[in-house]
């Protein structure tokens, strides 16, 4: 029996890494037989946002407030737990600069992989302009992580597309698994539902979709957009809504854990990211049949939609031609019925059975 440990910040948000993690681990722990421990940071009072297997062992550091006080914390509780537990194999679930440098901290003698769940430009997009100096750091953030990435015994991404972050690094590509099964029922859904899943950040684009939205908003103005996600009111979303005069077919909602009750009443999925690291959404969504509209983002809506098949992808940044494809669904239910029972055999591929024995072949092979 495999004793792996998972390392990350938290288990109690609601973002895709998380629901990943909760299935990844707890089909390991439940059908493979590993013994299963996740470690994160400060996150002891919280409950986990999904449900995990309840054969999975969980511990929890408490990490200073200042740098030096963070760094030794987190170093010193790390030891203590791999000296606790003895894993044979260390996954790292951490898109900052620390679990890039994971192996330069703690060294090696046991493998250690780090999963990447984000484009790089995760890192470093931001909504305000850049001075001389932050574009400096950025630079010399970038070849830290870069030069991270190298220390590995495996580096996995999650698309194709993603090589083209770490130039020169070896990496090894496993996407993503589906929480849900392709069994459900097929949406079909003749509702007046556009849906949009996803934290309100910059990175998400939701602030263009607001623009795309009014576009739509002027020939269907009896559809209403649903956008379901952790808040950010320094984004001003609401405000942006409320100029626009949209504030009856715009609604912004809380995170929600049962995010497949809203995928049934969808009939089209969108998704305005400016990256991604994958887009775990689109296959939630076709799973159930829903056809999913993106943009060709760095980098995963590629790898996931075929367009014109199960969907539509919009070159990055193209408001108007993105408005267009949600229209033209809109207003051809055949057209939608179509695209999602395609979506949904083009999505069997990311089942957690044909995904996670993957990872088993990949800590197996490291082991030995």
């Not at 407030?65 to 760094?71: A, E």
């Not at 090696?108 to 850049?130: C, D, G, Q, T, W």
């Not at 056809?291 to 408001?319: V, W, Y």
Request: charged share 20%; proline share 4%.
């Amino acid at each position: 029996m495999l004793n792996l440990l998972y390392i990350t910040n938290s288990i109690n948000n609601s973002g895709g890494l998380e629901r990943v993690l909760a299935v990844k681990a707890s089909y390991l722990a439940d059908k493979l037989n590993y013994e299963v421990h996740i470690l994160t940071l400060n996150d002891s009072n919280n409950e986990s946002f999904y449900e995990f297997s309840a054969k999975i062992i969980f511990h929890d550091i408490k990490v200073g407030n200042n740098p030096l006080k963070y760094f030794l914390s987190y170093r010193d509780g790390i030891k203590n737990i791999i000296k606790a537990i003895k894993p044979n194999v260390i996954s790292v679930c951490d898109d900052g600069l620390k679990g890039m440098l994971f192996p330069l901290i703690f060294g090696r003698k046991i493998p250690v992989i780090y999963e990447r769940h984000a484009s790089v430009n995760l890192n470093f997009l931001s909504i305000n302009k850049k001075s001389f100096f932050k574009s400096l750091m950025i630079r010399i953030e970038h070849k830290l992580m870069i030069f991270g990435a190298k220390q590995f015994n495996s580096f996995v991404i999650l698309t194709n597309g993603n090589k083209n972050d770490w130039p020169k690094v070896n990496c090894t590509v496993i996407p993503n698994p589906s929480p849900f099964s392709t069994n459900s029922d097929t949406t079909n859904n003749p509702g007046n539902i556009v849906l949009a899943v996803g934290s309100q950040s910059y990175n998400k684009g939701f602030d263009r979709l607001i623009d795309i939205w009014s576009i739509v908003h002027e020939h269907h103005p009896n559809w209403r957009l649903e956008i379901f996600g952790k808040r950010n009111n320094a984004l001003k979303l609401q405000y942006s809504i409320n100029q626009l005069g949209l504030e009856e077919n715009i609604f912004l909602n809380d995170a929600v854990e049962n995010i497949e009750e809203q995928y049934k009443k969808a009939s089209i999925l969108v998704m305005p990211s400016r990256s991604e690291g994958f887009g775990m959404v689109l296959i939630e969504a076709m799973s159930f049949g829903v056809p999913c509209i993106s943009f060709d983002c760095p980098h995963g809506p590629a790898d996931i939609i075929k367009d014109s098949e199960g969907g539509f992808l919009i070159k990055n940044g193209d408001l108007n031609t993105f408005a267009d494809a949600i229209m033209k669904l809109i207003e051809n239910e055949e057209l939608r019925n179509k695209m999602g029972a395609k979506a949904k055999v083009n999505v069997m591929c990311y089942a957690p059975e044909k995904i996670v024995p993957i990872w088993d072949e990949l800590f197996k092979s490291l082991v030995n």
